[in-house]
């Protein structure tokens, strides 16, 4: 049994933030019936190279992108632009706890799925709209992607080398934005269930991309609004610690450059540090004994630490700051990453059977419930895959009528 068995979401989401949200729900156990457009369906599904590649050699037409997103859902095609197929998606939210979409603000009132019209036929559904600005202010009717929030929402002002060392202004590698929302509103749905449960009252859940963006910048926003000081760009220093940054290393043996990660916490690891490092002086001098006055003086004492660091290979820091309880740790490339046996021990890769390729590695979820394991299911393969499996078990409708949806064009 899942955590969220019993409960079933309508998602008319794609992409990213939403199918990140209902990938969640559905890891717990939720029933998430991914509406998607016939013919061509999530947008991601097209999202490549790369693509699956099937057993035989040939490339597929099953995005990588796609596949990250969407395990565990089924997929039903609808084309909401047609009468016929808003008034299935009016039915289906009859059956459904929660209603997610990504649209632009004011195109599902457009189609008479507006959460004021759904309320109307499920009064517990729990609405989640998703986009870049929300249902309010000068910027809701504008598109928000998560690049373009990644800069207006300050991450990019606080991301890249510094302006002194010829540094810019750097997106992160991954759409943090969108994941970040995806969790959040997964989060809030979660919260609304739990009030519809005890009161049966449904609610709206209006997710913004830019808000979230501006929750994220966590400590960097704190700082900002109780000094008024504007923090810059720091590379892979931290603004707050010192030392906590990336640092060159003794070179590889076929002479390649080669980092570490050295995350001093508090003082007393800073002080550990230097035994390692063999300059205890360095933390007898008042300059550094306290992190305060590490930052202050972070000129000074980087440089030095940079060229400490820079006498042992990588392998030896990591062995010995390990040993002493520093925190470390080198930078990994991807296949670095899934070849880790951390990574390999917390099952991190699950290996899934597609009918074009008998073994499928995908990142798992990362939940790990004692009594509730998430679910394992393969993201739909096929555009449309449950169509006639839902309509004819949630509506009770029989072959003939979901032929002629079909015929009509509205699956």
Known sequence: MNSLDGIRVLDLSRVLAGPWATQT??????????IERPGTGDDTRTWGPPFLTADDGTETHEAAYYLGANRNKRSVTCDIAKPEGQALIRALAEHCHVFIENFKVGDMARYGLDYDSLKAVNPRLVYCSLTGFGQTGPYAPRAGYDYIIQGMGGLMSVTGERDELHGGPQKVGVAVADLFTGMYATV?????????????EGQHL??????VQTAMLANLGANFLVSGKVPGRMGNAHQNIVPYQVFEVAPKADGGKDFIILAVGNDGQYARFCQVAGRPELAADARYIKNADRVRHRAELVPALEQVMKTRGKADWLRALEAAHVPCGA???LDEVFADPQVRARGMVT?????????????????????TPVRTDLPPPLLGQHTDEVLGTLLGLDAARIAALRDAGAI
């Open 25 to 34: 729900l559905a890891d717990l156990g939720a029933d998430v019936i991914k």
């Open 188 to 200: 809030g749905i979660l919260a609304a269930l739990r009030h519809a449960e005890r009161t049966g």
């Open 206 to 211: 209006d997710m913004a991309l830019l808000d």
């Open 331 to 333: 930078i990994n490339s």
């Open 351 to 371: 290996h899934w059977r597609h009918p074009l390729r008998a073994d499928l590695p995908l990142v798992a979820s990362p939940i790990k419930l004692e009594k």
